[in-house]
């Protein structure tokens, strides 16, 4: 019943190692696992808001609903798309696009997270370029924005090698006290302009709509 009334469930990104799409009820729950076993260090916070911390139950409820808020949420004004980020056939991570009226600012940002065993061997570059492909090449975005703390240079690493820009300095509290992020901004421009591997897009036409594209 879902399927035809909602169909970014069809939505397929696929790169040389992995597929990114809307993960099921069974696959958020495995994806909770996988964030609730660790995905920074204990003494680390890279996120914008600190939910990777929260105690059990809260956790498991919570990124549970985020999920739901997600699609519950949706409108072609204001949208956020939560892919779960597959390896061989098991989910490992997950990778974010969002906008706000983007059909007047052609403007998307990324968030994403991987699990820590299949961190360090490039997968996070791998998975942010194929959400920028989905915005440049198939949505027709003009810009694409990130930000990351000043300690956490292996997302700001991930940005400057697909291309991205320095764009300011930022300041975000995930834990009640303020502090610096670099934020990074890359354009059309810049995308079209750097030679990428491919990025096989599937059912995006049926999709289109939804976005504001």
Same mark, same amino acid.
């Given at each position: 019943?879902?399927?035809?009334?909602?169909?970014l *469930?069809?939505l397929?990104?696929r790169?040389?190692r992995? $597929?990114?799409?809307l993960?099921? /009820?069974?696959?958020?729950?495995e994806?909770c696992l996988?964030a609730?076993?660790g995905?920074h260090?204990a003494s680390?916070?890279?996120?914008g808001? &600190?939910?990777?911390? +929260?105690?059990?139950p809260?956790?498991?409820? $919570? *990124?549970i609903?985020?999920h739901w808020?997600q699609?519950?949420d949706?409108?072609p004004? &204001?949208?956020?798309?939560?892919l779960a980020?597959?390896? @061989?056939g098991?989910p490992?991570g997950?990778?974010s696009l969002?906008?706000r009226?983007?059909?007047?600012?052609?403007?998307?940002?990324?968030?994403?997270?991987? @699990?820590?065993p299949?961190q360090?061997?490039?997968?996070? +570059?791998?998975m942010?370029?194929?959400?920028? !492909?989905?915005?440049?090449?198939g949505l027709?975005? /003009?810009?694409?924005?990130?930000?990351a703390?000043f300690?956490?240079p292996?997302s !700001?690493g991930?940005s400057r090698?697909?291309?991205?820009?320095?764009n300011?300095?930022?300041?975000?509290?995930?834990e009640g006290?303020a502090?610096?992020?670099?934020?990074?901004?890359?354009?059309r421009?810049?995308?079209? @302009?750097r030679?990428?591997s /491919?990025v096989?897009?599937?059912s995006?036409d049926g999709?289109r709509?939804m976005?504001?594209a």
């Open positions: 019943m879902t399927d035809p009334l909602w169909p *469930y069809h397929r990104l790169t040389e992995l $597929e990114l799409r993960p099921n /009820e069974v696959e958020i729950g994806l996988i609730k076993a995905i260090p680390e916070m890279p996120f808001v &600190a939910w990777s911390t +929260k105690p059990s809260r956790f498991e409820r $919570e *990124y609903q985020w808020k699609r519950a949706w409108t004004e &204001a949208w956020s798309l939560e980020v597959f390896l @061989g098991r490992i997950s990778q969002a906008a009226e983007f059909a007047t600012f052609r403007a998307v940002n990324t968030g994403s997270w991987l @699990g820590r299949d360090g061997r490039g997968l996070g +570059k791998e942010r370029a194929a959400v920028l !492909a989905l915005a440049f090449d027709d975005a /003009e810009a694409a924005t990130t930000e703390f300690d956490n292996a !700001a991930v090698s697909l291309g991205y820009r320095p300011g300095i930022g300041s975000i509290a995930p006290v502090r610096e992020t670099e934020r990074f901004r890359m354009s421009a810049e995308w079209l @302009g030679s990428r /491919e096989l897009i599937d995006l999709c709509a976005f504001g």
